[in-house]
């Protein structure tokens, strides 16, 4: 499989990092297979999205270094055995794999540990990533001689984040290209949502628009009537009349990069009122945070404008009290909203969290906050045209958290516990598009897909039925 883009793509990716970077040996380490439940037996094989970024090799066992003195990469790896190729085909070689990634010098792998023994003894910086894989730490350690993994190079990592988030326009027609596919998974979604049948029933409907074209989940897809838990992947409940059904799930594109798309249907095909009140206030919020976005504007306002909106309306419902910018401070809101409004997309469906979320999502100017819910923030730093971002308000109805909050007498002041007792059971709505910073603003990206409350009814009520 050739890499995406033209060989000069990565070559001036990495050149830019090496610029960036100023000097010593950069490690870029790809990914080796995963045993899933045996030697033989991996998980897909998934690369590196750093590696990927730097050099597009979707190939297990390869790591580069990169020069940051005089700009020279090498690739790392071992020529396929014959062995290799009775069992998976025939391989290119690996000058062909370095030729397609626009590198010109390669060496086996074996030779890894004395080139960077020959820097470290120059007196030159060996510039490593996070080591979020134990196995990566662990042949890190080894080729460098250390007892323990290296600590991260903070310049590199400010680099390759300062890269990659800023997406090039052949980048955003990537994300393009998953929003596509994400839009046809919804609309098989909502085509599949009716009383009856299993949440996995719904989830496999969509998974087969992507299986088809050869894509696969860019992160563990949702799919439930019980929406109010945030991260649910258990997809075997029953769908019923009066059940939301929230279907949260990306793809991949060609070249690996991600969507993220969330709609949240009525599974009798009409919101009953109550509902319907509480969609379209997350509806409004995703729209009023959508507005916010522009270049200087940082997320952690994009998200301190969906939660005024959804605490305006949580007030309007009685669920709340008082000011909803003062609840908003006071934290009282994180009752319904719990988490962040969003967050970067790219190779990865959260974008270079692998380098540490707080490293991506937040700088010298933006500190994350320790309050319950901001702290769930995954992006609060300023934003730039090129930016691509999830945006994601939703309203959760969670009752251990309401159970405990009210046993707590937490936010008092704020939460009106008699009222919200009578929403116990109203779930989790959750609404979500990516978007484009501009120059001027935002440019939410991808097809449309059915959100307004009529729009999502009259989608659920074409299902065959
Ligand atoms: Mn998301």
Same mark, same amino acid.
């Given at each position: 499989?050739?890499?995406?883009?033209?060989?000069?793509?990565?070559?001036?990716?990495?050149?830019?990092?090496?610029?960036?970077?100023?000097?010593?040996?950069?490690?870029?380490?790809?990914?080796?297979?995963?045993?899933?439940?045996?030697?033989?037996?991996?998980?897909?094989?998934?690369?590196?999205?750093?590696?990927?970024?730097?050099?597009?090799?979707?190939?297990?066992?390869?790591?580069?270094?990169?020069?940051?003195?005089?700009?020279?990469?090498?690739?790392?790896?071992?020529?396929?055995?014959?062995?290799?190729?009775?069992?998976?085909?025939?391989?290119?070689?690996?000058?062909?794999?370095?030729?397609?990634?626009?590198?010109?010098?390669?060496?086996?792998?074996?030779?890894?540990?004395?080139?960077?023994?020959?820097?470290?003894?120059?007196?030159?910086?060996?510039?490593?990533?996070?080591?979020?894989?134990?196995?990566?730490?662990?042949?890190?350690?080894?080729?460098?001689?250390?007892?323990?993994?290296?600590?991260?190079?903070?310049?590199?990592?400010?680099?390759?984040?300062?890269?990659?988030?800023?997406?090039?326009?052949?980048?955003?027609?990537?994300?393009?290209?998953?929003? !596509? &596919?994400?839009?046809?998974?919804?609309?098989? $979604?909502?085509? /599949?949502?009716? =009383? *009856?049948?299993?949440?996995? %029933? +719904?989830?496999?409907?969509?998974?087969?628009?992507?299986?088809?074209?050869?894509?696969?989940?860019?992160?563990?897809?949702?799919?439930?009537?019980?929406?109010?838990?945030?991260?649910?992947?258990?997809?075997?409940?029953?769908?019923?009349?009066?059940?939301?059904?929230?279907?949260?799930?990306?793809?991949?594109?060609?070249?690996?990069?991600?969507?993220?798309?969330?709609?949240?249907?009525?599974?009798?095909?009409?919101?009953?009122?109550?509902?319907?009140?509480?969609? !379209? &206030?997350?509806?409004?919020?995703?729209?009023? $945070?959508?507005? /916010?976005?522009? =270049? *200087?504007?940082?997320?952690? %306002? +994009?998200?301190?404008?969906?939660?005024?909106?959804?605490?305006?309306?949580?007030?309007?419902?009685?669920?709340?009290?008082?000011?909803?910018?003062?609840?908003?401070?006071?934290?009282?809101?994180?009752?319904?909203?719990?988490?962040?409004?969003?967050?970067?997309?790219?190779?990865?469906?959260?974008?270079?969290?692998?380098?540490?979320?707080?490293?991506?999502?937040?700088?010298?100017?933006?500190?994350?906050?320790?309050?319950?819910?901001?702290?769930?923030?995954?992006?609060?730093?300023?934003?730039?045209?090129?930016?691509?971002?999830?945006?994601?308000?939703?309203?959760?109805?969670?009752?251990?958290?309401?159970?405990?909050?009210?046993?707590?007498?937490?936010?008092?002041?704020?939460?009106?516990?008699?009222?919200?007792?009578?929403?116990?059971?109203?779930?989790?709505?959750?609404?979500?598009?990516?978007?484009?910073?501009?120059?001027?603003?935002?440019?939410?990206?991808?097809?449309?897909?059915?959100?307004?409350?009529?729009?999502?009814?009259?989608?659920?009520?074409?299902?065959?039925?």
């Amino acid at each position: 499989m050739t890499p995406p883009f033209p060989p000069a793509t990565y070559a001036r990716r990495r050149e830019a990092l090496a610029r960036d970077v100023g000097t010593g040996l950069i490690v870029l380490t790809g990914h080796g297979e995963s045993p899933m439940d045996g030697p033989h037996n991996p998980f897909p094989f998934r690369q590196d999205p750093t590696f990927l970024y730097a050099l597009g090799l979707d190939a297990p066992d390869l790591v580069a270094t990169v020069d940051a003195d005089d700009g020279r990469t090498v690739l790392y790896g071992r020529e396929p055995s014959l062995d290799d190729v009775v069992w998976t085909g025939p391989q290119p070689s690996l000058a062909e794999r370095a030729a397609s990634a626009g590198v010109a010098h390669t060496a086996p792998l074996a030779d890894l540990p004395d080139a960077l023994a020959a820097a470290r003894r120059g007196g030159r910086p060996v510039h490593t990533l996070p080591a979020y894989r134990a196995e990566t730490g662990r042949d890190l350690r080894q080729w460098l001689g250390l007892s323990t993994a290296p600590a991260p190079s903070e310049a590199l990592v400010q680099a390759v984040v300062a890269l990659r988030e800023v997406k090039a326009p052949e980048e955003v027609a990537e994300i393009e290209d998953a929003l !596509d &596919l994400s839009a046809e998974m919804h609309r098989a $979604a909502f085509r /599949a949502t009716r =009383p *009856g049948r299993l949440e996995r %029933d +719904v989830l496999s409907e969509a998974e087969a628009v992507m299986r088809v074209r050869g894509r696969r989940f860019s992160f563990p897809p949702i799919c439930t009537v019980h929406g109010e838990t945030l991260h649910n992947h258990d997809a075997s409940g029953r769908l019923r009349n009066g059940d939301l059904l929230l279907h949260d799930s990306g793809t991949t594109s060609p070249g690996h990069y991600a969507s993220d798309v969330t709609r949240t249907a009525p599974v009798s095909g009409r919101f009953s009122e109550r509902q319907r009140a509480l969609y !379209d &206030l997350v509806l409004a919020a995703q729209t009023d $945070a959508l507005d /916010a976005l522009a =270049p *200087g504007t940082r997320f952690l %306002d +994009v998200h301190r404008t969906a939660c005024r909106t959804l605490a305006a309306g949580l007030r309007d419902l009685g669920l709340l009290r008082g000011d909803p910018e003062e609840a908003v401070a006071a934290g009282a809101h994180a009752l319904f909203f719990p988490c962040g409004t969003g967050h970067f997309v790219g190779l990865e469906a959260h974008d270079m969290e692998a380098l540490g979320e707080d490293r991506v999502g937040y700088d010298a100017s933006v500190r994350r906050s320790d309050q319950f819910g901001l702290r769930s923030l995954r992006l609060g730093r300023g934003l730039r045209p090129g930016h691509v971002v999830a945006v994601e308000p939703g309203l959760y109805f969670i009752p251990a958290l309401i159970d405990r909050w009210r046993a707590e007498r937490r936010h008092e002041a704020f939460v009106d516990y008699d009222a919200v007792g009578a929403y116990r059971d109203a779930a989790g709505i959750r609404i979500e598009d990516v978007a484009l910073v501009t120059d001027d603003g935002h440019r939410v990206r991808g097809p449309p897909i059915p959100k307004t409350a009529a729009d999502v009814e009259r989608a659920v009520a074409e299902a065959d039925r």
